[in-house]
């Protein structure tokens, strides 16, 4: 999951390595990570977000771009 989780990072890190030293974050870094984490959160919590964004959220509703752009004025 990136240079933070190479082996001896932490040594190096407590031994003075500058953030000039570390290895660039790569493709296969996000590929590993993806393949490592799990959901936050249940399919049970992502359907009450969605119902919510439908009608609250960012802009999915059109009423609600209406407001948003008026108070902006």
Request: hydrophobic fraction near 40%.
């Amino acid at each position: 999951m990136g240079p933070c989780r190479d082996p001896g990072f932490e040594t190096a890190l407590l031994a003075g390595l500058s953030t000039g030293e570390m290895r660039p974050i790569d493709r296969a870094d996000f590929e590993n990570a993806l393949c490592a984490i799990r959901p936050s959160v249940g399919p049970s919590e992502l359907a009450a977000f969605e119902e919510w964004n439908a009608s609250f959220g960012s802009f999915q509703n059109p009423s609600a771009k209406r407001k948003a752009v008026a108070a902006q004025l």
